[in-house]
């Protein structure tokens, strides 16, 4: 017999207890994030990475690895295989000239948060459940109002007054409720944790619920494939609440099990911004906690996350990869979004900008050689923090109009 999804359980991240699936669960009762568990050898007997070619170019292409059991139930805006950028100009500049980016900018409201949601919120509609809530810095609650409109499920929001103007706006025009506060993603999960309780919803905050990560995993898998089975040398991700990497690492774990991977992972480059690097910090003092962030500010807003949760996670993945944590400037990161714009015509986010300017510092400290194959995540579109942008255009008067049309 055939499944849809080989979901078989759960396990808690922090005290490896295993439990069977639920319905509406959250985290484990020490309060440790619950991780998705799959028979793997059913996952493999049912599809193989060559059966994999004839399927459609979605995440859904790995639905067997994925936590929804019924096709009917996915909740979708098509959310295409992300491409591969070659941006040879700027890896050139910066002694990397086969450099790749990974453009999560073409998903949904245009960022890597999309899979996230789709995912999340397709498992939201199969258990049945009518509200959900959650805490971010923007982009994920964008994503998230997106899919509850799709659903029919109903979205709360809350976010810092200073999160992005677009996140804000996409969350109002697809009918969220949205409240922002003066604090951090952090204080906005307090708010959204009692307003769940309080009211019975469901609350999808960053590791608060097992399914989001299955649908950020998918880069994983989708990385694996595009690699031709096999990963890069180095991966550098633009981390805030490190999900993303979490989700990663979590994807290459299953395939080596299943055997469609070696045993070979990538080094991984955790990148943050100075501004709000507890991670970072954690990684030099060699220690698994990071203690928070006193007065974090980034224009890379995703990044701002100053204590987050899964940070024993994240860090133990760094260590385990032989991987390096670094924090790079706000001002550079301007710099490299505009050279990779002019170099390459890619226009990416603050948080991609990152990466790269990441990477550029890990290859001139010799930590990434020039042969090594390197990958990084752009995670957003630069479009979603347009405002960000200097300068709109030189001012036309009408005499000189006249003169150029040349009567
Ligand atoms: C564009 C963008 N990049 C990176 C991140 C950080 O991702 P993670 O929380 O998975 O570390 C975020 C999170 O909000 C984001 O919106
Ligand atoms: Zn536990």
């Known amino acids: 017999m055939s499944f849809y999804s080989c979901i078989a359980g759960m396990r808690c991240a922090k005290c490896q207890k295993e439990e069977p699936v639920q319905y509406g669960q959250t985290t484990c009762e020490c309060g440790g994030p619950l991780m ?9 007997s049912q599809v193989t990475v060559s059966d994999l070619i004839h399927r459609t170019q979605t995440i859904w292409r790995y639905h067997e690895l994925l936590p929804i059991l019924q096709v009917d139930h996915v909740v979708s805006l098509h959310e295409p295989m992300t491409p591969l950028i070659a941006v040879p100009e700027y890896g050139r500049k910066i002694g990397l000239p086969s450099l790749l980016v990974k453009d999560e900018g073409v998903l949904p409201s245009g960022t890597f948060k999309a899979r996230g949601a789709a995912v999340g919120m397709s498992k939201v509609k199969e258990m049945g459940l009518k509200h959900v809530a959650i805490a971010t810095n923007g982009n994920a609650g964008a994503a998230w109002a997106l899919y509850g409109a799709r659903a029919g499920v109903a979205v709360t929001v809350a976010t810092p007054t200073n999160a992005p103007i677009t996140a804000r706006k996409e969350c109002v025009i697809s009918g969220a409720d949205l409240f922002t506060l003066d604090g951090t993603i952090g204080d906005a999960g307090v708010l959204m944790e009692r307003m ?44 805030g609440g490190g999900i993303g990497i979490i989700a ?10 299943m055997g469609w991977i070696g045993d070979k992972l990538p080094r991984i480059a955790l990148i943050q911004s100075s501004g709000c690097a507890p991670l970072v910090r954690a990684f030099e003092k060699g220690v698994k906690s990071s203690a928070g962030w006193e007065d974090a500010d980034t224009i890379a807003f995703g990044m701002r996350v100053p204590n987050p949760s899964g940070d024993f996670l994240i860090l133990d993945i760094v260590e385990q990869s032989g991987g390096i944590a670094i924090a790079v400037d ?10 990779v714009a ?8 603050p948080e991609g900008a990152a990466a790269l300017e990441g990477v550029r510092q890990l290859r001139e400290s010799g930590w990434i050689r020039a042969e090594e194959r390197v990958l990084v995540m752009n995670t957003g579109s630069g479009l979603k923090y347009i405002d960000q942008i200097e300068g709109a255009g030189q001012l036309v008067e009408p005499s000189t109009m006249k003169l150029s049309v040349g009567r």
């Open 36 to 44: 998705v568990q799959y028979d793997l050898e059913r996952a493999k």
């Open 196 to 239: 769940s309780q309080q009211n019975d919803w469901y609350h999808v905050s960053t590791l608060h619920e097992p399914y989001r990560l299955e649908g950020k995993k998918t880069m994983g898998y989708e990385i694996a494939e595009q690699f031709g089975w096999s990963v890069p040398d180095v991966l550098a991700f633009p981390t």
């Open 248 to 257: 990663i690492y979590k994807a290459l774990a299953e395939m080596r099990e």
């Open 330 to 339: 706000d001002s550079d990161i301007m710099e490299t979004r505009r050279q």
């Open 342 to 349: 002019e170099l390459e015509g890619l226009h990416v986010c």
